[in-house]
């Protein structure tokens, strides 16, 4: 039976692959129904900057999870085609780590979610209060 380390699976494969998050676009300009352009926030400022690392970081941890579960999945396939008895019995455990997983994946999703929608609505209302005072 082949054993594998909770961890060394996925951070091996996020090592290997490149990030295909990008930076955000520069700013961009937004025209409202009364015709007045307004310009999003600089996205260089420290709280741009940190707020983007903060999704990335939290989407590299989804990917991380998820490629944990991937490996996984073939240990799990792979004890099922030996029929060796331990295999089968340590399966169980893998598939309840599997579960725990992906309730853990739709927990980082919901708070992902979550950030960008509090996010999203502050930089409205801001926008919002600062259209009214011009």
Do not use: C
Not at 33 to 43: K, L, T
Not at 55 to 70: A, H, K, M, Y
Not at 94 to 107: D, K
Request: proline fraction near 3%; hydrophobic fraction near 30%; glycine fraction near 2%.
């Amino acid at each position: 039976m082949t054993t594998l380390d909770s961890s060394s699976a996925a951070e091996s494969t996020m090592e290997e692959q490149p990030s295909n998050l990008q930076q955000p676009p520069s700013a961009v300009n937004h025209r409202r129904g009364d015709g007045v352009d307004i310009s999003d926030e600089d996205p260089d400022t420290e709280e741009s900057q940190a707020l983007w690392s903060s999704f990335t970081n939290g989407f590299r941890e989804v990917q991380s999870v998820l490629d944990r579960n991937r490996a996984l999945i073939q240990q799990v396939n792979e004890n099922h085609r030996s029929k060796n008895h331990e295999n089968m019995v340590s399966n169980v455990a893998l598939i309840q780590e599997i579960n725990n997983n992906v309730s853990r994946i739709v927990s980082l999703y919901s708070d992902l979610s979550s950030n960008f929608s509090s996010v999203f609505h502050q930089r409205k209302s801001e926008t919002d209060a600062d259209y009214m005072n011009s």
